[in-house]
């Protein structure tokens, strides 16, 4: 082969390798980022009802919604139904403090949030539930409940009665009693509750759940500032 062929063959060599480098290199920045389609985010921030599963119940710490809730609702004298009855339907609200933090009142407190009549939803990135459409097959709600993390108590029932604190406490499988809440106990721990900003002083489950109620549980140091009401805009 002549010298002239071997210089052009030379050439095309080089020309192919480059070639190649750029279909590498195109390839490797298309796959930088999803594309816009892929994008599952929702950039409106509405509430939206999704699929995935809920958050870990351990996020609840240090009591996260019990796995009976449906038991839990009748050991509180309360009668599960398979649709939430509206003709009697007022709101509560409670925080509860430890040493001066806030301990988040779990969504789904009396709801059996795994049958498949109850829906989950996302509310500012967390957790609510039901929507029953379409009464469930087996007892699903409890008259007494949570949809979501606000501290909202809901009372939702076909008879014109009010549900107390305490029942609240056997829904959610925390002991509650004048001197204790949970494993906190006086005199070791300080404890204090408090309706509509006021200091309570009686038997704390007996609190009636009455329409737009504040109920402030407070173990040990108490916060900066005792809730007298609540954001009732939630409900």
């Known amino acids: 082969m002549s010298p002239h062929l071997n210089g052009r063959a030379a050439s095309l060599a080089s020309l192919l390798v480059a070639l190649v480098a750029l279909v590498v290199l195109a390839a ?15 950039p409106t921030g509405s509430t939206t009802e999704i699929t ?12 996260p919604a019990p796995p ?5 609702a009748r050991a509180a004298g309360l009668v599960p139904e398979t649709y939430e009855h509206l003709e009697f339907h007022v709101h509560a609200h409670l925080d509860v403090y430890v040493d001066g933090k806030q301990v988040l009142v ?23 539930y039901g929507g029953i459409r379409v ?19 809901h009372t939702e029932s076909s008879s014109r009665t009010y549900n107390t604190l305490g029942q609240l406490f056997v829904e959610w499988g925390v002991r509650l009693t004048p001197t204790c809440v949970d494993t906190y106990c ?17 038997d704390p489950t007996k609190i009636p759940l009455s329409n737009l109620k504040e109920i402030a549980v407070v173990v040990g140091s108490p916060p900066d500032q005792i809730p007298n009401t609540a954001n ?3 409900i």
């Not at 995935?52 to 996020?59: I, K, L, M, Y």
């Not at 779990?106 to 609510?128: M, R």
């Not at 006086?186 to 009686?202: C, D, R």
Request: aromatic share 6%; proline share 13%; hydrophobic share 30%.
């Open 106 to 128: 779990p969504a789904g407190l009396g709801i059996d949030t795994k049958n498949p009549g109850v829906h989950l939803f996302e509310t500012d990135g967390l957790p609510a």
């Open 232 to 234: 009732w805009d939630q």
């Open 28 to 42: 490797c920045g298309s796959s930088s980022k999803p594309s816009s389609s892929s994008d599952t985010s929702n």
């Open 186 to 202: 006086e005199p070791e721990t300080t404890i204090a509750v408090y309706v509509n900003g006021a200091k309570y002083s009686g």
């Open 68 to 72: 009976d809730p449906m038991a839990r």
């Open 52 to 63: 995935a599963a809920p958050p870990d119940a351990s996020t609840y710490a240090p009591w």
């Open 135 to 153: 009464p469930c097959q087996q007892p699903c709600i409890s008259p007494l409940h949570t949809h979501d993390v606000t501290g909202i108590l």
